[in-house]
């Protein structure tokens, strides 16, 4: 006998993967459609007047989600602007394919898109990363500069937020690469719907709660134009043993994926984990933790001939880091502070003249105290802060830097 839809009695033609309700291709989408509208709402992801760049990499997820969004727009009247977004990481014979989809793409929903390369950006494609690197590392200097590409392409955009097209089995396979790694601190944030908050730019997962195998049935049964061809450079082979884990486990219990993101939900971290302290890349403006941000640590290594440098072990690589940053400014002065006034308010052990100093390191231990002077410029804030981090973040606007591309209107 053919099944019924269990919503409207007519026909069914699928199982949905989350619930195992068998529905009809119109329950089906009014179902998918809906859920993401009470994920948006309930998560507060938009307000009204709000520019959103969708980023858009031509694969099914972005492309569901560019093609949700306008829609639920346009139904539930949200009255956000939203534009399309997509990093060229420059991979011959992928990426270049990819985004012509997404050409095609912002035709079809009538969306602009702005597409930000890696070469623009960094002076590298990933074709001349890999010919440098080789194949284990590739997709770390990849996520990292992406990372990175995104945020800038959204400031360019003047957008209010990015959301990505990440959905729950991602978010599910993140959680067990970082409970395998013991990363608390990825841990703690990598099942929040909205992130950087506190930095960058804010970004949302709309499809937190999605499963790619109904994302999949939604762009094949709404016949949406999507590319799936997999990465050329694609080992990653550690969120590729976590994927094969999640998909075993759906099988024997569909809920697993959503069970997996609310343990990683619930998770608290002891009082006493030190987690990292947010600062500002001294070299580019960026957030990070550390005083240079991993893509500079990146790009120093790619352009110095040693692409090590940004894999390697992290106290290595901000010691060799800070070793270059000493040459380029002249080597440190540590002759020990006299300015006795002055040492009272800053907690720095090592201090030179202090109304001279201006190569600041901080203490990622201390966020209240500067560890490292150098004499070359006057100091940017004369060590009289109880928290230079707070000072250099308002000083340096983001990418502040850098040199500013021209910024687009829509
Ligand atoms: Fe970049 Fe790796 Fe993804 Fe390819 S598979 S696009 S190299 S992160
Ligand atoms: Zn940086």
Same mark, same amino acid.
Request: aromatic residues 8%.
């Given at each position: 006998?053919?099944?019924?839809?269990?919503?409207?009695?007519?026909?069914?033609?699928?199982?949905?993967?989350?619930?195992?309700?068998?529905?009809?291709?119109?329950?089906?989408?009014?179902?998918?459609?809906?859920?993401?509208?009470?994920?948006?709402?309930?998560?507060?992801?938009?307000?009204?007047?709000?520019?959103?760049?969708?980023?858009?990499?031509?694969?099914?997820?972005?492309?569901?989600?560019?093609?949700?969004?306008?829609?639920?727009?346009?139904?539930?009247?949200?009255?956000?602007?939203?534009?399309?977004?997509?990093?060229?990481?420059?991979?011959?014979?992928?990426?270049?394919?990819?985004?012509?989809?997404?050409?095609?793409?912002?035709?079809?929903?009538?969306?602009?898109?702005?597409?930000?390369?890696?070469?623009?950006?960094?002076?590298?494609?990933?074709?001349?990363?890999?010919?440098?690197?080789?194949?284990?590392?590739? !997709?770390?200097? &990849? +996520?990292?500069?992406?990372?990175? =590409?995104?945020?800038?392409?959204?400031? %360019? #955009?003047?957008?209010?937020?990015?959301?990505?097209?990440?959905?729950?089995?991602?978010?599910?396979?993140?959680?067990?690469?970082?409970?395998?790694?013991?990363?608390?601190?990825?841990?703690?944030?990598?099942?929040?719907?909205?992130?950087?908050?506190?930095?960058?730019?804010?970004?949302?997962?709309?499809?937190?709660?999605?499963?790619?195998?109904?994302?999949?049935?939604?762009?094949?049964?709404?016949?949406?134009?999507?590319?799936?061809?997999?990465?050329?450079?694609?080992?990653?082979?550690?969120?590729?043993?976590?994927?094969?884990?999640?998909?075993?486990?759906?099988?024997?219990?569909?809920?697993?994926?959503?069970?997996?993101?609310?343990?990683?939900?619930?998770?608290?971290?002891?009082?006493?984990?030190?987690?990292?302290?947010?600062?500002? !890349?001294?070299? &580019? +403006?960026?957030?990070?933790?550390? =005083?240079?941000?991993?893509?500079?640590? %990146? #790009?120093?290594?790619?352009?110095?001939?040693?692409?090590?440098?940004?894999?390697?072990?992290?106290?290595?690589?901000?010691?060799?880091?800070?070793?270059?940053?000493?040459?380029?400014?002249?080597?440190?002065?540590?002759?020990?502070?006299?300015?006795?006034?002055?040492?009272?308010?800053?907690?720095?052990?090592?201090?030179?003249?202090?109304?001279?100093?201006?190569?600041?390191?901080?203490?990622?231990?201390?966020?209240?105290?500067?560890?490292?002077?150098?004499?070359?410029?006057?100091?940017?804030?004369?060590?009289?802060?109880?928290?230079?981090?707070?000072?250099?973040?308002?000083?340096?606007?983001?990418?502040?830097?850098?040199?500013?591309?021209?910024?687009?209107?829509?």
């Amino acid at each position: 006998m053919p099944a019924i839809c269990t919503v409207c009695s007519k026909g069914a033609i699928l199982k949905r993967p989350k619930t195992g309700n068998a529905l009809c291709k119109e329950c089906f989408f009014h179902a998918f459609e809906e859920e993401i509208h009470h994920t948006i709402v309930h998560a507060e992801l938009f307000k009204r007047n709000e520019t959103i760049a969708i980023g858009a990499s031509g694969g099914k997820d972005s492309t569901v989600l560019a093609y949700v969004l306008k829609l639920l727009n346009d139904r539930h009247d949200y009255g956000v602007n939203l534009v399309l977004l997509s990093v060229d990481e420059g991979i011959t014979g992928y990426r270049d394919d990819s985004l012509e989809t997404v050409k095609r793409n912002q035709e079809q929903y009538g969306l602009p898109l702005k597409i930000i390369s890696y070469e623009e950006l960094y002076g590298w494609t990933m074709d001349a990363i890999v010919k440098q690197i080789g194949l284990k590392n590739n !997709c770390t200097f &990849c +996520g990292v500069f992406r990372r990175q =590409a995104l945020d800038r392409g959204a400031l %360019m #955009l003047k957008v209010d937020k990015i959301a990505t097209g990440h959905n729950a089995d991602d978010i599910a396979e993140t959680v067990i690469m970082n409970v395998l790694r013991g990363d608390i601190g990825r841990l703690r944030r990598c099942t929040a719907i909205t992130t950087g908050t506190d930095g960058a730019l804010p970004r949302c997962k709309p499809f937190k709660y999605t499963y790619e195998k109904e994302i999949v049935m939604y762009a094949y049964f709404k016949k949406l134009d999507y590319f799936s061809t997999e990465c050329i450079y694609s080992p990653n082979a550690y969120r590729g043993f976590a994927r094969a884990y999640i998909k075993d486990v759906e099988k024997i219990r569909p809920s697993a994926i959503i069970d997996i993101i609310h343990s990683g939900e619930s998770l608290s971290v002891k009082k006493d984990i030190r987690l990292p302290v947010q600062g500002v !890349c001294e070299r &580019c +403006g960026y957030i990070s933790s550390n =005083a240079v941000c991993k893509a500079c640590v %990146m #790009l120093e290594g790619l352009n110095k001939g040693l692409p090590r440098l940004g894999i390697g072990k992290t106290h290595k690589e901000r010691r060799k880091m800070q070793e270059m940053l000493q040459q380029e400014t002249g080597a440190a002065d540590s002759t020990p502070c006299t300015d006795q006034s002055l040492k009272s308010s800053c907690k720095c052990e090592n201090k030179t003249d202090q109304s001279e100093c201006s190569s600041q390191t901080y203490d990622s231990d201390n966020a209240s105290g500067c560890s490292t002077y150098s004499k070359s410029q006057k100091c940017k804030d004369g060590c009289s802060s109880t928290n230079p981090r707070t000072v250099a973040k308002e000083k340096l606007s983001i990418f502040g830097k850098l040199k500013q591309p021209p910024s687009i209107d829509f």
